[in-house]
């Protein structure tokens, strides 16, 4: 009433229909989908938001911003569709989307081996309307999904993924046959867990999982030597795919090749700053630690050959790692960006050198001030727009010394695109966040 919007719910339902025709139209100007939404959409969002635009902050903020600093100056962001193996060896996008989507992953779907006579029972155990055996279907495309999200990060992640998926069919496979050989004395009824490993959770995965995970179903109700015949049939899949991918080594790893080639001509060829100094430092954004961990294991020493220090800030189970100073969270940071950080008031810390190379998962993706960093670097695109805005965020801000900062974005190889569409999807809802 306040706003006079007589429905809030049909406001936003035609904003939404809105994008997606823009999103989905082939000549998309930020300009037009403004054209189109409606009046009371922004009279909603005035009603509602506090925004101070990079542009109201130059035109009323003058005074301050001659105390505080300003803004740099963004250049174009630079994409790269980078190979996997640079010896060709590793299978091609589209062969691997090909197998992965005939695959059964019968590990997810215990509810097609039900026996008929068991079926009514897990099916009246409803969660959120979803019946048992309609969830184990979401889950199986979305385990799809996310073997395809883990293959953008890395092949190193995806060959770990498949690996533990292995192991995860290994060990149903030995409680299965352990019941056929005891029947009740063993593993007389089995409980789907959280099938991802520890560095390589999805929060949608994670929340469909825990739905999910509820339901425990007694192996005197499953057809066992059916469920075994498909296990192994997905064992023999997936252990050829992690093969595939622990054979693609460091040293033809395409993308990493890629990687120490901007590191390196960035620490040679450094910007020069608003000081008059050198800036050499490089902040690398992974989605999983897996591929953190991965890069810089195989980036240290390239950066002793540089003479920089490097570090690792993963959150998490896995611990950071810095070739300066102490292996601590708030340390790490302040090495690295010492100036907007204030480093010189802190006497604990060390004065006479800096961490220039900083590997991150998105645990700093938001409420760090990183700006002494003028190159950003996204080794993967978080499915999550909101993420990547946070990420350059680290390094696009008021006070920066930086007069130019850039932005470099590993994208999946156009094979990968035809499937995911994932680059027109996050680029789409970077500009509906940006409105």
Same mark, same amino acid.
């Given at each position: 009433?306040?706003?006079?919007?007589?429905?809030?719910?049909?406001?936003?339902?035609?904003?939404?229909?809105?994008?997606?025709?823009?999103?989905?139209?082939?000549?998309?100007?930020?300009?037009? /989908? !403004?054209?189109?939404?409606?009046?009371?959409?922004?009279? *909603?969002?005035?009603?509602?938001?506090?925004?101070?635009?990079?542009?109201?902050?130059?035109?009323?903020?003058?005074?301050?911003?001659?105390?505080?600093?300003?803004?740099?100056?963004?250049?174009?962001?630079?994409?790269?569709?980078?190979?996997?193996?640079?010896?060709?060896?590793?299978?091609?996008?589209?062969?691997?989307?090909?197998?992965?989507?005939? %695959?059964?992953?019968? !590990?997810?779907?215990?509810?097609?081996?039900?026996?008929?006579? %068991?079926?009514?029972?897990?099916?009246?155990?409803?969660?959120?309307?979803?019946?048992?055996?309609?969830?184990?279907?979401?889950?199986?495309?979305?385990?799809?999904?996310?073997?395809?999200?883990? *293959?953008?990060?890395?092949?190193?992640?995806?060959?770990?993924?498949?690996?533990?998926?292995?192991? #995860?069919?290994?060990?149903?496979?030995?409680? &299965?046959?352990?019941? #056929?050989?005891?029947?009740?004395?063993?593993?007389?009824?089995?409980?789907?867990? !959280?099938? /991802?490993?520890?560095?390589?959770?999805?929060?949608?995965?994670?929340?469909?999982?825990?739905?999910?995970?509820?339901?425990?179903?007694?192996?005197?109700?499953?057809?066992?030597?059916?469920?075994?015949?498909?296990?192994?049939?997905?064992?023999?899949?997936?252990?050829?795919?992690?093969?595939?991918?622990?054979?693609?080594?460091?040293?033809?790893?395409?993308?990493?090749?890629?990687?120490?080639?901007?590191?390196?001509?960035?620490?040679?060829?450094?910007?020069?700053?608003?000081?008059?100094?050198?800036?050499?430092?490089?902040?690398?954004?992974?989605?999983?630690?897996?591929?953190?961990?991965?890069?810089?294991?195989?980036?240290?020493? &390239?950066?002793?050959? &540089?003479?920089?220090?490097?570090?690792?800030?993963?959150?998490?189970?896995?611990?950071?790692?810095?070739?300066?100073?102490?292996?601590?969270?708030?340390?790490?940071?302040?090495?690295?960006?010492?100036?907007? #950080?204030?480093?010189?008031?802190?006497?604990?810390?060390?004065?006479?050198?800096?961490?220039?190379?900083?590997?991150?998962?998105?645990?700093?993706?938001?409420?760090?001030?990183?700006?002494?960093?003028? /190159? *950003?670097?996204?080794?993967?695109?978080?499915?999550?727009?909101?993420?990547?805005?946070?990420?350059?965020?680290?390094?696009?801000?008021?006070?920066?010394?930086?007069?130019?900062?850039?932005?470099?974005?590993?994208?999946?190889?156009?094979?990968?695109?035809?499937?995911?569409? *994932?680059?027109?999807?996050?680029?789409?809802?970077?500009? !509906?966040?940006?409105?």
């Amino acid at each position: 009433e306040l706003f006079n919007i007589p429905s809030i719910k049909n406001l936003l339902a035609g904003a939404q229909k809105t994008f997606m025709e823009w999103s989905k139209s082939e000549e998309r100007d930020v300009r037009h /989908l !403004l054209d189109r939404l409606s009046a009371g959409f922004f009279t *909603l969002m005035d009603g509602l938001t506090i925004a101070r635009s990079r542009q109201h902050i130059q035109k009323y903020y003058q005074a301050s911003l001659a105390q505080i600093g300003r803004f740099p100056i963004r250049h174009k962001p630079e994409s790269i569709f980078s190979a996997i193996d640079t010896k060709d060896r590793f299978p091609s996008y589209d062969r691997l989307n090909d197998e992965i989507s005939h %695959y059964q992953l019968s !590990l997810f779907n215990p509810s097609k081996y039900v026996k008929d006579e %068991y079926k009514a029972h897990y099916e009246e155990k409803k969660v959120q309307n979803f019946s048992q055996m309609a969830r184990e279907g979401f889950l199986i495309g979305m385990m799809k999904v996310n073997f395809l999200k883990r *293959l953008e990060s890395s092949v190193h992640s995806f060959g770990i993924t498949m690996e533990r998926t292995v192991a #995860k069919i290994e060990d149903l496979e030995n409680r &299965l046959k352990a019941f #056929k050989a005891h029947q009740s004395e063993i593993g007389d009824d089995w409980q789907p867990d !959280l099938f /991802l490993g520890p560095e390589e959770e999805d929060e949608e995965l994670t929340e469909a999982f825990q739905v999910g995970s509820k339901l425990k179903f007694a192996m005197a109700h499953l057809r066992v030597d059916a469920w075994l015949k498909d296990l192994r049939a997905d064992k023999q899949n997936l252990a050829w795919l992690a093969a595939a991918a622990q054979a693609v080594h460091p040293e033809h790893d395409a993308k990493l090749a890629r990687l120490r080639e901007i590191i390196q001509k960035k620490v040679l060829n450094p910007t020069i700053n608003r000081r008059g100094e050198p800036n050499r430092k490089v902040i690398v954004f992974c989605a999983f630690a897996d591929t953190a961990t991965y890069l810089y294991e195989n980036l240290a020493e &390239l950066a002793q050959d &540089l003479g920089v220090h490097i570090a690792l800030v993963s959150g998490g189970t896995r611990p950071n790692r810095t070739t300066l100073g102490r292996a601590d969270f708030g340390e790490i940071l302040v090495n690295f960006a010492p100036r907007a #950080k204030q480093r010189d008031k802190m006497a604990s810390m060390p004065q006479d050198a800096e961490i220039d190379l900083l590997i991150a998962t998105d645990c700093i993706s938001e409420g760090q001030n990183l700006q002494d960093c003028d /190159l *950003l670097v996204n080794y993967d695109i978080h499915w999550n727009p909101v993420r990547i805005i946070q990420r350059f965020g680290r390094i696009d801000r008021i006070g920066s010394l930086n007069e130019v900062i850039s932005l470099i974005n590993f994208w999946p190889t156009e094979d990968l695109d035809q499937y995911v569409n *994932l680059k027109n999807r996050v680029e789409a809802r970077m500009a !509906l966040v940006d409105v």
